[in-house]
């Protein structure tokens, strides 16, 4: 039997992310997140900052990759092959 993490891709997805448009290691968890859907509220408890803290380096990663909104992005790192 193989177990198989359903969110590696989506990481792996955001660590290509990250190379490809230069985001910091706290953006890039985030962007991560946001790939796997969740929301702001569920990502600021999975990392152990506010709400606020999550909107900020969403922000920046919409910022650096040039999309408006969370969804965009979350688009976007799922055309990324993994």
């Not at 359903?6 to 991560?32: I, S």
């Not at 796997?36 to 506010?50: F, I, K, Q």
């Not at 969403?58 to 055309?79: D, E, H, T, Y």
């Amino acid at each position: 039997m193989q177990i198989v993490d359903p969110e590696t891709k989506t990481r792996l997805q955001a660590r290509r992310l990250q190379t490809m448009f230069g985001l910091r290691n706290a953006e890039t968890r985030v962007a991560a997140l946001i790939g796997s859907g969740m929301n702001r509220h569920d990502m600021a408890r999975a990392l152990g900052v506010s709400p606020n803290t999550i909107k900020k380096h969403a922000a920046r990663c919409f910022g650096k990759v040039g999309v408006r909104a969370q969804p965009n992005l979350a688009r976007f790192i799922a055309s990324i092959p993994a």
